[in-house]
């Protein structure tokens, strides 16, 4: 079984450190998380995750922005990115406009399983 | 927060757009995507959007721009990324997200309190104002100041003084005494209309209302805040109506009296006439000109004068045509002539110019009357003391009267020259009487007709013989109308000899006829009576014209009842239709809203009957007109003759029979269309065996239908504006609700997981504590999501799906039976044969267990709750959902289905249940209505379209 590594980009603090525990010692999936949208860009040209997960209202940059500034770079424009946001309901989960929406509260396991449905 | 992001190919073609830009724009994004920016409705938006996307494709690359819509005072900040060219060549991604509009920065920041609305109520063109109800301390927004033509700065510092010196003194009183009945708690909001001065010295009319919102223990008001917008415009509106009403008023009341006037008080009559007429408009001078054809002059026949205006009629007569080419020209076209300026009259018309100027006239209006053979005058009015400006209305007013002057001075003429010639030889006027357009009878002392000329057998279709020696009244069946003037004619005569009126007569096929009579005697050589004649006009057209005027005149009222209060539109209609006689013979008129509209606010039926003889309040309300009748009737646009009843499709009108009470003679039908739909039908019917409408009145009343639905459809406007409000102050707390709230519950959910993995699941409290917070994170997301739904009003008929209505209901009990359980409610289901509907099932099942919902907790234990199903078949369903609980407080019915009231404040409630339902159902296209029951008990209505399979 590969294992894919999965971004968090989100400024709440707590819910990164519970998907951490979640997802700690996990085969199938290894995670970063990153709570400062602007070294986000940085952290992922360096480390290429196989899908970004990004929060959309975040202080300083939010969410579109930082998908914008990834897709105009070479080397992170092709991995794939996942709105996970308060502000979709859960009957709008979806893709809007070629973007993935997932809705906030979230389960593992709906995370789990978008990812090997993008990726799989 | 929620961001907007589309591409474009072009600054007007879009590739893509997400849910929120599409929302943004009030657009779905099918049509977004076909038509590009041209759907977009909101000019400021489209507009400012179209510049944004030029610039982005002239600079072609990154760029970040903040733009601001200043109409709806919103801001969005806007990222635009060239797409690279390997993905699409030229194109442009957008993302925005709103930012705080700044408009000019106040002076001094608004506080904000626990007022919510307060930031959407800027999107509404409000100014906002904030009042320290002890200290007199007060703070205006720069908005507010803006209305009045200030800054802010410039009234600064503001107290409650400030607004008291720039309203209306005789205002001021008024507005202190509602605010007076806030304070007391006898009004829940303080809401008035002022006028307030604005800096350039003129009034501005204010829609001022706010609230108490912080009291002291003993219930004195502390703080207060509300709005202030700029109700100008349709002040103005409204006085401009009620001026044209007047204008209508008095062209009415002018018809009367001409038509009742002998004709020696004629003259008199039509110089009053023109009197009101000046004095309303006002003008200085109104004069009527009659031509001469045969010597081709014209003479000033009659005039009025405003005081201190000096009167020219001596001066004007028999003027040459020659004198006046130009004008003769356009007169003997019909043309109106209006001539804003007589100063800038061309030089070709020097010669007018100079007559004109003499008499110092500056505007002027003269308007041709028209007769039978030909222009034989004009009416006209002068404005020596200031310009006048043409209107539209007034202009057709004028010939209205115009050709009403014409019919009388006609009418004055034919008898004047009759009366002359009966003194003359018996076969010149024999002659004469057969060529005029009057009728004439003669009878003998015992009333026996004796003569009648060429137009009474045309009009009446009787021949001579058929009438000789027969009584009027007996041949013209005029009593069995009911007409109350023509019982004393008979006795008047004897006393008086003479007798003037209106008569209502039928002709041999049943028609009914008006005349204008002046019945006078006979006189032989010697002195003596011998007899009577008659001398009559047919003024049946005029006389209609005039109360079909009388009803449209109405319309604009009812169009200014509803503004103020839309629940007045069942009185307002009841007003408007109902008058003594208002056509000739007693009749009544219906209004029948279509049952499948979702205008909820009307009631389904009423009628209000004309005909005094009948109960005015006789409304069956258990009768109902189906759908395929009123198709029927919407079709079938012509008089319907129901006595003659043959092969009409709706021959035996079981319907209207039941209704009046007996069968219907005539009847009309027109529809009554809003823009969108079919609202219903508006029926004008009487119960005579007589001919009585005609075109004129089956064109008038569609033209009555439009006018209404047109009313109708202001109505619904303002309805529509009124939701779009709180919609839009819905969807700010649900985004600023779902940040708040929903990061949290995500938190606390996906720790939940975590302490799930860790713990002792074998432990049977830890398993009951975790499901119960689980649980609990689950309603609360719901409530944030129920509350986001109702933001964005786009669900629904595209989601619809068939579905089995029994089963729903079955599936809604199932839900509350828990409740009804533990409260020993009894329920009885009479809605257990299948039916079924279209509709989003989710959103119907809401509906039903939100309803029971509310039952079971205003029950009291042991209480009993009755569905019951109506309408099956028919393809309008009622579901009927009815408790015998307390019921609602009659001041709370209208207030139930509003966002945000609920009863059961203690109980936590969220006051949102029944407006969700009623939207929901709204959208499906069906109703939903509360009642409550007599003696006790709600009733709450839920209708809804029944699907009949085609093959039965």
Not at chain 1, 38 to 60: G, N
Not at chain 2, 407 to 421: N, P, R, Y
């Amino acid at each position: 079984m590969c294992m894919y590594h999965l971004m968090f980009v989100d400024d709440e603090v707590d819910f990164l450190e519970n998907l951490k525990f979640l997802f700690e010692g996990d085969p199938e999936f290894s995670i970063s998380v990153i709570s400062d949208p602007e070294k986000a860009l940085q952290k992922a040209i360096y480390s290429k995750p196989d899908i970004i997960f990004l929060d959309v209202s975040m202080p300083k940059i939010d969410g579109g922005e930082l998908a914008v500034a990834l897709r105009e770079n070479a080397i992170t424009k092709s991995i794939p990115i996942v709105f996970i946001t308060a502000i979709v309901t859960s009957a709008e989960r979806g893709t809007y406009g070629g973007q993935i929406f997932l809705p906030k509260p979230v389960k593992s396991a709906e995370i789990r399983s978008l990812v090997r449905e993008i990726l799989g | 927060m929620s961001v907007q992001n589309w591409v474009m190919q072009n600054p007007s073609t879009y590739l893509q757009a997400n849910l929120e830009h599409c929302e943004f724009l009030g657009v779905n994004a099918e049509t977004l995507l076909s038509k590009g920016m041209a759907c977009i409705v909101d000019e400021d938006i489209m507009a400012t959007l179209q510049s944004l996307h030029e610039e982005a494709f002239l600079s072609s690359q990154k760029m970040f721009r903040e733009v601001q819509f200043s109409y709806t005072s919103q801001a969005l900040a806007v990222t635009v990324t060239p797409l690279p060219d390997e993905i699409l060549p030229g194109a442009m991604l957008f993302t925005a997200h709103s930012v705080p509009f700044v408009a000019n920065k106040p002076p001094q920041p608004m506080p904000i309190g626990e007022d919510i609305l307060r930031a959407s109520m800027h999107g509404m063109g409000a100014g906002l104002w904030h009042w320290n109800v002890q200290t007199g301390e007060t703070l205006f927004d720069d908005k507010w100041a803006e209305m009045l033509g200030y800054t802010i700065e410039e009234l600064s510092p503001t107290s409650i003084r400030t607004w008291e010196m720039l309203t209306h003194p005789q205002d001021l009183e008024q507005a202190g005494q509602l605010l007076d009945d806030h304070f007391k708690g006898k009004k829940s909001q303080y809401d008035a209309r002022v006028r307030m001065k604005h800096k350039h010295g003129h009034w501005v009319w204010i829609h001022d209302r706010g609230r108490v919102y912080e009291w002291s223990i003993d219930g004195q008001p502390l703080r207060m805040a509300g709005s202030h917008v700029d109700i100008s415009e349709r002040q103005n509106l409204a006085t401009l109506v009620q001026k044209q009403s007047k204008l209508q008023g008095i062209a009415s009341t002018f018809a009367v009296e001409l038509l009742k006037s002998p004709i020696e008080e004629l003259d008199l009559v039509v110089e009053a006439g023109l009197g009101e007429i000046g004095r309303f408009l006002p003008t200085d001078r109104v004069y009527i000109f009659q031509l001469n054809t045969l010597e081709e002059t014209m003479s000033n026949t009659h005039e009025w004068v405003a005081t201190g205006v000096s009167p020219e009629k001596e001066n004007l007569l028999n003027l040459p045509y020659s004198a006046f080419p130009w004008w003769m020209d356009q007169i003997q076209l019909n043309e109106t002539i209006y001539i804003p300026d007589t100063s800038e009259l061309p030089d070709e018309q020097k010669d007018l110019k100079e007559i004109l100027e003499m008499q110092s006239i500056k505007s002027l209006l003269v308007v041709p009357i028209e007769g039978r053979e030909g222009i034989m005058g004009f009416i006209g009015m002068d404005f020596v003391t200031d310009h006048w400006a043409f209107d539209k209305f007034t202009h057709q007013v004028i010939k209205y009267i115009s050709s009403l002057i014409s019919g009388s001075l006609e009418s004055k003429m034919d008898q004047m020259q009759i009366i002359d010639l009966l003194a003359q030889e018996r076969k010149v006027f024999q002659r004469i009487a057969d060529e005029t357009q009057s009728i004439i009878m003669t009878t003998n002392l015992k009333h026996e007709i004796s003569y009648v000329n060429k137009a009474f057998t045309e009009i009446y279709e009787y021949s001579q013989d058929e009438v000789h020696r027969k009584l009027p009244a007996i041949l013209l069946r005029a009593k069995d109308l009911g007409w109350p003037e023509q019982a004393s004619v008979k006795s008047k005569l004897q006393t008086e000899k003479r007798w003037k009126g209106m008569l209502l007569n039928l002709t041999k096929g049943g028609r009914v006829v008006c005349e204008s009579a002046t019945i006078t005697p006979r006189y032989d050589a010697k002195g003596e009576v011998t007899g009577f004649i008659k001398i009559a006009e047919i003024i049946t057209e005029t006389q209609k014209k005039y109360n079909w005027m009388k009803i449209f005149s109405r319309v604009q009222e009812l169009s200014l009842t509803i503004q103020r209060d839309p629940t007045l539109l069942s009185d307002g209609l009841a007003t408007l239709l109902s008058q003594d006689r208002a056509l000739l013979i007693p009749h009544s008129f219906l209004v029948i809203p279509r049952q499948s509209t979702n205008t909820s606010f009307l009631s389904p039926l009423f009628c209000p009957v004309a005909d005094s003889s009948r109960d005015p309040n006789k409304t069956l309300k258990d009768e109902r007109l189906t759908e395929k009748e009123y198709q029927e009737y919407i079709k079938a646009r012509p008089i319907h003759n129901l006595r003659s009843g043959n092969g009409h499709p709706l021959q035996h009108q079981p319907y209207f029979h039941k209704l009046i009470g007996e069968e219907p003679g005539e009847m009309l039908v027109a529809p009554i269309r809003t823009k969108f739909n079919s609202y219903g039908i508006i029926v004008c019917l009487h119960s005579k065996p007589v001919r009585y409408f005609d075109e004129t009145d089956t064109s008038n009343l569609n033209s009555l239908g439009k006018l209404i639905g047109q009313v109708l459809d202001e109505l619904a406007l303002n309805q529509f504006i009124y939701t779009q409000n709180t919609q839009e102050q819905i969807s700010q707390l649900a985004s600023g609700l779902a940040h708040e709230v929903r990061n949290p519950l995500a938190v606390i959910s996906m720790g939940m997981e975590v302490l799930e993995s860790e713990m002792d699941r074998s432990n049977f409290n830890v398993q009951r504590a975790t499901d119960n917070i689980n649980r609990s994170v689950s309603r609360a997301n719901q409530i944030v999501e129920n509350l986001m739904r109702l933001g964005t009003p786009q669900e629904m008929e595209a989601d619809a799906i068939l579905l089995r209505l029994d089963h729903l209901v079955n599936e809604a009990i199932g839900l509350v039976t828990y409740h009804l359980r533990s409260q020993k409610i009894r329920l009885s289901n009479h809605c257990d044969r299948p039916v079924e509907i279209r509709g989003v099932k989710e959103s119907i099942l809401k509906v039903l267990v939100n309803v029971l919902l509310n039952s079971i907790q205003a029950l009291p234990i042991g209480g009993h709750i009755k569905i019951s199903l109506h309408g099956r078949g028919t393809g309008r369903l009622h579901l009927e959902i009815e408790d015998n609980g307390p019921g609602i407080p009659a001041e709370d019915l209208h207030r139930v289905t509003k966002p945000f009231f609920s009863t059961k404040k203690d109980k936590h409630g969220t006051g949102m249940g029944l407006y969700i339902c009623t939207q929901t159902m709204q959208r499906l296209g069906g109703l939903f209505n509360i009642t409550n029951k007599i003696p006790h008990g709600v009733v709450v209505q839920i209708g809804m379209k029944e699907l009949i399979n085609e093959a039965e």
